[in-house]
């Protein structure tokens, strides 16, 4: 979840300087959030696979 967190620190940040009219930083602080968030997923879509394996068999 911290990896989470830090992709919406971000996303928040480069709202800001979107809104403050800081372009620049708003287009990098906005490219770092997307890179975060598809870290994110991935890493969360490979815990839900590996997750499957270790289920209870009956």
């Avoid at 919406?8 to 300087?17: G, P, Q």
């Avoid at 287009?27 to 969360?44: E, N, P, Q, V, W």
Wanted: charge should be positive.
């Amino acid at each position: 979840m911290e990896l989470l967190h830090w992709t919406l620190v971000f996303l928040v940040i480069a709202l800001v300087c979107a809104v403050l009219g800081f372009g620049g930083f708003a287009a990098t602080f906005a490219g770092i959030a997307k890179i975060l968030f598809f870290i994110f997923l991935i890493l969360f879509v490979v815990s839900l696979v590996m997750g499957r394996g270790r289920g209870s068999r009956l």
